[in-house]
Antibody, heavy 122, light 111 residues
């Protein structure tokens, strides 16, 4: 059964870079038809897609975050990572990683990691 | 990239049916019959309930169904149960430039 687990610092200072890693177990990150994605949820608010990556390194980013986001993949470790630069308090959120199933223009996220809370504060 | 529009809240009594709408534009929901729906209980990760507009993953109750008309997708839950009380989100492909867009979420209360 495929499982995803987020890891990284739970506290980041304003203006610094948030870095998270998602480790995939129970399956290969190099499987075709799958992208891998990051989604966040500020406290008490809705879901926001951050970006997604294919095992080859092809990426899609949320236009509103694109200037600050970098998503990378390490197939040898079965991991993909998120970097979000110049963070502010508005970036405080639970960050989820998930497998993004893409078939032509059809897509859905399944499964999801448990999520990790990242707080931006000095 | 604008979020898909969902009602902030809906409610229903046990045994009743409710419908949650998800309104997009001709650039997302209207163009692609590809909406997925997620259920999220407090403090938990979202769970896929519907994909490709109307398909249910293995293990999801057949009380959950999805449909679409024009630019609006809908999630219907029949035979409401207390355990259905949660937040629900829709999600759509939004074209090659925006790729993915979520709805704002709907809080379902089972009275």
């Amino acid at each position: 059964q495929l499982q995803l687990q987020e890891s990284g610092p739970g506290l980041v200072k304003p203006s610094e870079t948030l870095s998270l890693t998602c480790t995939v177990s129970g399956g290969s990150i190099s499987s075709s038809s799958y992208y891998w994605g990051w989604i966040r949820q500020p406290p008490g608010k809705g879901l926001e897609w951050i970006g997604s990556i294919y095992y080859s390194g092809s990426t899609y980013y949320n236009p509103s975050l694109k200037s600050r986001v970098t998503i990378s993949v390490d197939t040898s470790k079965n991991q993909f990572s998120l970097k979000l630069s110049s963070v502010t308090a508005a970036d405080t959120a639970v960050y989820y990683c998930a497998r993004l199933v893409v078939v032509a223009a059809i897509l859905w996220f399944d499964p999801w990691g448990q999520g990790t809370l990242v707080t931006v504060s000095s | 990239q604008s979020a898909l529009t969902q009602p902030a809240s809906v409610s229903g009594s046990p045994g009743q049916s409710i419908t949650i709408s998800c309104t997009g534009t001709s650039s997302d929901v209207g163009s692609y019959n590809l909406v997925s729906w997620y259920q999220q209980h407090p403090g938990k990760a979202p769970k896929l309930m519907i994909y490709e507009g109307s398909k249910r993953p293995s293990g999801v109750s057949n009380r959950f169904s999805g449909s679409k008309s024009g630019n609006t997708a809908s999630l219907t839950i029949s035979g409401l149960q207390a355990e259905d009380e949660a937040d629900y989100y829709c999600c759509s492909y939004a074209g090659s430039s925006s790729f993915v867009v979520f709805g704002g979420g709907t809080k379902l209360t089972v009275l």
